[in-house]
């Protein structure tokens, strides 16, 4: 499996992006798409992940009501829709593929490329 994450640019706090991460190969149902992020001197953390097959998300605390994870099964494809963004968005994501949800990076087997998110204040 490839993953290949784009959508990432500059942008203004308060402003919206949209991060798009699409797959090669086959995606069972009981696999996890996940979003991690990664600042500058700092750990990687989890952002948001869903279920492939029923959609369930699940969210880190500090994006919950401002970031939607969502995915098209046609495309092969996870989003990642990011509103009211803030200075501490600011970091590379990642896209992650894994058996289980989990807010562990250690718990994902495939990786995407990361796209950079710039938010200025």
């Known amino acids: 499996v490839q993953l290949q994450a784009s959508g990432g640019g500059l942008v203004q706090a308060g402003g919206s992006l949209r991060l798009s991460c699409a797959a090669s190969g086959r995606i069972f149902s009981s696999s996890v798409m996940g979003w991690f992020r990664q600042a500058p001197g700092k750990e990687r953390e989890f952002v948001a992940a869903?279920?492939?097959?029923?959609?369930?998300?699940s969210y880190a605390d500090s994006v919950k009501g401002r970031f939607t994870i969502s995915r098209d099964k046609a495309k092969n494809t996870v989003y990642l829709q990011m509103n009211s963004l803030k200075p501490e968005d600011t970091a590379v994501y990642y896209c992650a593929k894994g058996p289980y949800v989990s807010s562990s990076s250690r718990q994902y087997v495939y990786w995407g490329q990361g796209t950079l998110v710039t938010v200025s204040s």
């Open positions: 869903i279920r492939w097959g029923v959609g369930i998300a």
